[in-house]
C-alpha cells in the first residue's frame, strides 16, 4: 500500500501494525498447517497412533480457524485486499465446517 500524502503518522502507525498481526496471524495458521502434515506423515509412516494423531491435530483446528480470521480482518484493516480477499473463502469454508 503507497502512503499518500495527507495521511498523519499514527494513521501510517495503525496500518503497520495491522499488517504485523495480519502477518503473524497467517504465519502462525501456516505453522499449524505445516504441523499437521508432518503429524500425517509420521501416521503415513506408522510412527504415531491414529488416535494421538486424531487429537492433536483436532486441538489445533480451533486456533488455526482464529488465525484465519484474524488475519483476514486485519489485512482488510491495513489495507491489503488481495491478501484479504484470498483469505475470504477459506474462512468461510472453516466457518462452514
Known amino acids: 500500500m ?3 500524502l495527507n495521511e498523519t503518522p499514527a494513521s501510517v502507525i495503525a496500518h503497520f501494525i495491522a499488517l504485523v498481526v495480519s502477518s503473524c496471524a ?29 487429537r492433536k491435530i483436532n486441538r489445533l483446528l480451533t486456533s488455526e480457524i482464529i488465525a484465519h480470521a484474524t488475519g483476514c480482518a486485519f ?15 477459506l474462512v468461510a469454508w472453516h466457518a462452514k465446517g
Open 26 to 54: 497467517f504465519a502462525y495458521a501456516l505453522a499449524i498447517n505445516i504441523y499437521v502434515v508432518v503429524a500425517l506423515t509420521d501416521l503415513q509412516h506408522d510412527f504415531m497412533n491414529p488416535h494421538d494423531a486424531a
Open 75 to 89: 489485512g482488510f484493516v491495513s489495507g491489503h485486499w488481495v491478501i484479504a480477499f484470498a483469505n475470504v473463502p
Open 2 to 4: 503507497l502512503v499518500a
